[in-house]
């Protein structure tokens, strides 16, 4: 295994990454975290679901789109 294969790998998929539908389950419970705390206090509470919305546009749009709604 060389180092540029963990690299790639690393770039394109996130382990910590939970997916959509857990992403999607736990959207309003991550944005309160990120309006009661702060952006990183939620990706430290909650890295898997962070790493998704990295790699999730259409998820990432929800996030912002219910932290707009909510104020934040
Ligand atoms: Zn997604």
């Known amino acids: 295994m060389s180092g540029w294969d963990e690299l790639d790998r ?3 998929t ?5 997916g959509c539908d857990e992403a ?3 959207l ?3 944005a309160d975290v990120v309006l009661a705390h702060g952006r990183d206090h939620a990706v430290a509470r909650y890295p898997g ?3 998704h919305f990295l790699a999730c546009g259409p998820c990432r749009e929800d996030l912002e789109g219910l932290l707009l ?3 934040g």
Do not use: C, N, S, T
């Not at 996130?14 to 939970?18: A, C, S």
């Open 10 to 12: 690393f770039l394109l």
């Open 14 to 18: 996130d382990p910590r990454d939970v």
């Open 24 to 26: 999607i389950r736990l």
């Open 28 to 30: 309003h419970v991550y």
């Open 49 to 51: 679901i962070a790493a």
């Open 69 to 71: 709604a909510a104020g």
